[in-house]
């Protein structure tokens, strides 16, 4: 059985399942190069089907999101405007606020009620059968089928989707089934989101840089301000955005949130914002989780890393995956699943890698070497050079086989330097033209991975894809510094022989000569574009970084015209 998959959100994606296994998998973004690109990604969707060796006559469903009502439920936005009404805001910020929530009412029917429709004929239009899901319905299948046990806790958190922003769902077997919603506006996703616009940076691309500088304040003193802005139903398992006290979604003006945040410290108000999600989502999560020891998540609240270590630490927690594109780029494989599950009555396979992209060929290589007039170098041992360059304290950029399917660089798409500089995370983001508040990503080989890390039994097979944060030892914070945050974690990548036999090369030969089984790893991109996808892309941007040496499938490159072995 074959089945597209299509997500048509931000970070639009179209994806392949064969017999239940997920063998090809593209954002449109890493095509057109725009980032976070939204609409039916007619690009991804030629190229999976071409990766996958079928032509769209042999799919036997298109699966895809969207199944929700034409218009969103009334009474929970009236609700808030009475709340509203009778809080102790000032006239003028009850009257912002609550134009606030009803342009958002209008927002998402125009949502719902035309663009949704509008991307759901276009997915008709492909000619083949359509299987239409609900949009966090996706999300946790994402999770619960993405993780492969049969009995879990799911839960789903994001800005909103549809007819929500936040799920519980209960797997067993082959099914899952929803036990609770929060309404779409009653969003942690917007309350995170609205305290990175009121610190100045873009909501739904610059979360990041909140998580990063919460671990720069200890004891924030806007705690009660911001956490009075979110709250946490337990027994309908809900969240409940306190419009009242603040809430707003970060599509708008707030100026009582910024005359608020402006009394404080960017890093005490960011430690606050980070201290009161990891409260409410714990408090949900842990009421919920005592039913179920294995916990699995989807959905982007969760690409905060230091949130999913928190939830790793519960005591009800035996296991934890986190899903690893856990925004909307993964609702097509979510729907993929879902159609799936829902013809055979089985599972499908368990999650096994993000290498689901094209790789770049010799020929495309060679192409792309000559147009950018490069000096270069077929080295037959390539793992071996980018390990000793690694070990003379050169940066590598590495571009080769299958590209990832998510938002990390897993290897295939990076940036490489020792971890032994800690002053490397002001000097390489200068050079990327990144303004970034978190180190960069170590990538540990497993064999050595408890030596430097703490928790791994609840955590080590989603640490294989950096969606978690990890306590450091001793010898972590002694021999990777430029990895470990001030807050004394990392977020690492854990590299095998079988899931990762390239970087595993790498790793190994790097080890061989200095005794140190870690590198930092970051992504291969420059300042807000998409992960490079071709060699093109990747002569493009190392072109432009200026770094040291790039390792483009088998050739060793340089800017200097000396492309010799270290």
């Given at each position: ?123 008709a239009a492909l000619g083949r059968p359509v299987k239409i899901y609900r949009h966090h319905e996706c999300h946790a299948a994402t999770a619960y089928f993405g993780a492969g046990w049969e009995d879990a806790l799911v839960a789903t958190a994001d800005g909103w989707g549809e007819d929500g922003s936040h ?243 897993l290897g295939h798409r990076s940036i490489m330097y020792h971890a032994r500089d800690a002053a490397v995370n002001m000097w390489l983001n200068q050079r990327l033209n990144r303004s970034e508040f978190m180190p960069f990503a170590p990538a540990t080989l497993d064999s050595e991975a408890d030596r430097y ?31 470990v945050h001030v807050d004394g974690t990392a977020r690492p990548q854990l590299v095998t022989e079988k899931d990762h036999p390239d970087f595993h090369g790498i790793l190994t030969a790097y080890n061989k000569r200095t005794g140190q089984p870690t590198v930092i790893n970051t992504s291969f991109n420059m ?40």
């Open positions: 059985m074959n089945i597209l998959g299509i997500a048509f959100l931000s970070d639009a994606s179209a994806c392949v399942l064969r017999d239940g296994k997920v063998v090809a998998a593209v954002s449109e973004e890493r095509l057109n190069r725009i980032k976070l690109w939204h609409g039916v990604p007619h690009a991804a969707i030629r190229e999976v089907l071409d990766l996958a060796g079928l032509s769209l006559d042999q799919i036997d469903f298109v699966a895809t999101h969207g199944k929700a009502p034409s218009i969103p439920e009334r009474a929970a936005y009236e609700a808030t405007a009475l709340r509203i009404s009778q809080s102790g805001l000032s006239a003028s910020d009850k009257e912002r606020q609550t134009a606030a929530l009803w342009n958002r009412f209008d927002h998402e029917s125009f949502v719902l009620g035309t663009r949704t429709p509008g991307y759901l004929a276009e997915v799920t519980f769902y209960r797997g067993r077997g082959a099914a899952i089934e929803q036990q609770s919603v929060s309404n779409s506006f009653d969003s942690l996703g917007y309350f995170y989101g609205s305290i990175t616009k009121a610190l100045g940076f873009i909501p739904h691309r610059h979360e990041g840089k909140i998580l990063g500088l919460a671990a720069h304040c200890t004891a924030p003193q806007s705690y009660t301000g911001i956490r009075a802005m979110i709250d946490a139903d337990l027994e309908r398992g809900a969240f409940v955005g306190r419009m009242e006290n603040g809430l707003y979604s970060p599509r708008f003006e707030n100026d009582a949130l910024k005359a608020y945040v402006s009394k404080f410290p960017r890093e005490d108000v960011a430690a606050s914002a980070q201290r009161s999600l990891e409260d409410v989502m714990t408090a949900l999560i842990g009421h919920q989780g005592r039913a179920a020891s294995h916990l699995t998540v989807a959905g982007g609240i969760f690409a905060n890393v230091r949130l999913n270590q928190r939830l790793a630490e519960l005591p009800d927690t035996r296991k934890i995956f986190v899903f690893p594109n856990m925004g909307d780029g993964g609702l097509s494989v979510g729907a993929a699943w879902l159609a799936y599950a829902e013809k055979t009555g089985r599972m499908p396979e368990a999650w096994q890698t993000c290498y689901l992209g094209r790789a770049p060929s010799e020929k495309d290589i060679g192409k792309a070497l000559q147009a950018g007039g490069l000096s270069y170098l077929a080295v037959p041992n390539v793992q071996d050079e980018i390990g000793a360059m690694l070990a003379d304290g050169k940066v590598v950029v590495r571009c080769t086989g299958a590209m990832e399917f998510g938002p990390r660089a890390y703490l928790g791994l039994d609840r955590c080590r097979r989603t640490a294989k894809y950096m969606t978690i944060t990890c306590d450091c030892t001793a010898d972590m914070r002694r021999d990777a510094p430029a990895a300042h807000e574009e998409p992960i490079v996808c071709t060699a093109e892309d990747a002569v493009r941007a190392y072109v432009a970084s200026g770094l040291d040496a790039m390792a483009l499938g088998n050739f060793i490159v340089t800017l200097d015209g000396k492309a010799a072995l270290s």
